[in-house]
């Protein structure tokens, strides 16, 4: 098992989200330049942000019960920082980078730029707007069961944010942390509202950032929303249905269940997934349908992937994680054994159907398992795919940087 650790980051990867690790007291994370432990939004990562070997960059569970009985440590010895397993060395590892930018204020506002919008991995995640409404319905709340978001707006994150104060954010990030894509998350609000509040960011940062933006949000009603974002030059969309079992999907989200159904979480997956024939064509487009496993049997979590990447979308898989404060708290996280046949199956899904996976440049995701980090969990090769993927990304990364430099001639 430790040599398996030692070889192979994405089974490290996957082994510290269903464990978690144990901080020892000799770690002074922010002292060294590492990035506060907050609680975080999406409902999903609470932890210490770390890069593995290999450049997996992750965020493992250090704060919640099932972590106190990790196997994993991390220390510091003379000024590096080191996982062990059982008390031996397995790997050195890096603590993701605080940017300068997250002990700013927003100029006239003073409010704190990581109210605004924080990095996860090397993106820029923005939370936008206020609470989920799930949260908030009367007579009885029907928020998702494992979700923390309602437990951490208004902490961590500002629940007014202008385009302005945005903008500025993302400039920092940009200038300063270098990110090439911005996320937009929200929850749901009476109205279908999402996509009319994001859009003013979204063309406001196209227009003056030329960057990447992806939103995540309920599927709207109105599927042909999605061709207006495609023409704007949104660069993904993202569908949380989380459980692809209708009985537990029903059951751990509630709010999700009663206003959209599952089924219209998959329609809308399957209508975004044409539109990548359309729109600009210098524009990349996916199309994510996002799962949790570990709440669902790993066969369903593995039907799930199949059926997104049959119809032309590429999964994100989530790991549960029982976060302190929400319905789920006390349930147990899953075991690795269980996963690792779920994200062998992402990987080689992805890669039978030729999808496009790991093409954005300098996109490191901390908060899931990308498909490509699990080639190592696979022993099955796709070397044309392989090297079309690797054509795909030169050919994007080098026409993104010029238009970015284009971009910044044209505005000197
Ligand atoms: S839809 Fe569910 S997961 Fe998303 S913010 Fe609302 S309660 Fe949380």
Not at 31 to 56: C, M, N, V, W, Y
Not at 67 to 81: D, K, M
Request: aromatic share 8%.
């Amino acid at each position: 098992m430790l040599a398996d650790l030692q070889t192979n980051p994405a089974l490290l990867k996957l082994d510290l989200y269903c464990k978690g690790a144990r901080m020892d007291d000799s770690c002074f994370i922010e002292e060294d330049g590492g990035r506060k432990i907050l609680r975080t939004r999406a409902g999903l990562g609470s932890g210490l942000e770390l890069i593995l070997p290999g450049g997996l960059w992750t965020n493992v569970p250090v704060s919640e019960s099932f972590a106190e009985r990790s196997p994993y440590t991390v220390h510091r010895e003379r000024g590096r920082y080191w996982l062990r397993y059982h008390g031996i060395d397995v790997v050195h590892v890096q603590l993701s980078p605080r940017p300068n930018w997250y002990d700013r204020a927003i100029l006239g506002t003073g409010k704190a730029m990581t109210r605004i919008g924080t990095l996860q991995g090397t993106y820029l995640g923005i939370y936008q707007a206020k609470v989920c409404e799930y949260w908030t319905q009367k007579p009885m709340k029907t928020n998702c069961k494992f979700c923390s978001v309602g437990l951490n707006l208004g902490i961590d994150d500002a629940d007014e944010k202008s385009v302005d104060e945005v903008m500025e954010v993302v400039r920092a990030a940009r200038n300063e942390s270098g990110i090439t894509y911005v996320d937009f998350n929200t929850g749901h609000y009476e109205g279908d509202t999402y996509l009319d509040i994001l859009e003013p960011y979204i063309r406001r940062i196209k227009s003056e950032l030329g960057l990447l933006v992806g939103v995540q949000t309920p599927p709207h009603r109105d599927l042909k929303r999605y061709d207006g974002l495609r023409a704007m030059g949104v660069n993904r969309v993202s569908f949380c249905f989380e459980i692809f079992d209708r009985q537990l999907f029903e059951e751990i989200c509630p709010g999700k269940h009663a206003e959209y159904g599952l089924d219209h979480y998959l329609e809308a997956i399957r209508y975004c997934a044409t539109l990548g024939r359309k729109g600009p064509r210098h524009e990349p487009w996916v199309t994510n349908g996002e799962i949790i496993a570990g709440l669902e049997p790993p066969e369903s979590s593995i039907r799930a992937i199949d059926w997104i990447t049959s119809v032309g979308a590429i999964p994100t898989v989530c790991v549960f994680r029982p976060l302190i404060g929400t319905d789920l708290e006390h349930a147990e996280p899953p075991q690795t054994e269980d996963m690792i046949p779920v994200f062998r199956r992402l990987y080689e899904a992805c890669m039978e159907k030729g999808l496009p996976i790991g093409c954005a440049p300098n996109v490191h995701v901390s908060l899931v398992m990308l498909p490509e980090e699990c080639r190592s969990l696979s022993n099955r090769r796709f070397p044309w795919q392989t090297l079309k993927l690797k054509a795909m990304a030169s050919v994007f990364r080098r026409g993104f940087e010029r238009r970015l430099a284009d971009r910044a001639s044209a505005a000197a």
